[in-house]
């Protein structure tokens, strides 16, 4: 569970496709304190599970359908991404409380600009 609230912005250093999934390498330092192999980190709103960690880097393992449902998939070297960890529950929740996970699609119908 995330509170969808962004702890920093990390780089996409990697993406190494396979034939059914493909393994991110991230950027990061705030989000990496105290994280430990098979901890969660919402990146660009998706749940995705540390499945490696070295040099200021983690890995995380993504299925196909996730890189073809979220804008993961569009992602190159080098790209941004908003990252926050896991909620913990003995500190104040700010903003919300989501999930990370995928419960379906939307197009998005105009977009205005405030000025």
């Known amino acids: 569970m995330f509170t969808g609230i962004i702890e920093e912005v990390g780089i996409l250093k990697s993406i190494r496709h396979g034939e059914n999934s493909s393994v991110l390498k991230i950027q990061a330092s705030t989000v ?20 490696g960690m070295e040099n200021g ?37 700010g903003g919300h409380i989501v999930s990370g996970h995928i419960d379906g699609t939307g197009k998005i119908a105009s977009l205005k600009r405030k000025i």
């Open 32 to 51: 990496l304190e105290n994280t430990k192999l098979g901890d969660s980190i919402c990146v660009n709103g998706v749940c995705l599970t540390v499945t």
């Open 57 to 93: 880097c983690f890995d995380a393992d993504v299925m196909a359908e996730t890189l073809q449902r979220t804008n993961l998939g569009d992602l190159i070297p080098g790209s941004p991404l908003n990252l926050e960890r896991a909620l913990a529950l003995n500190s104040r929740l």
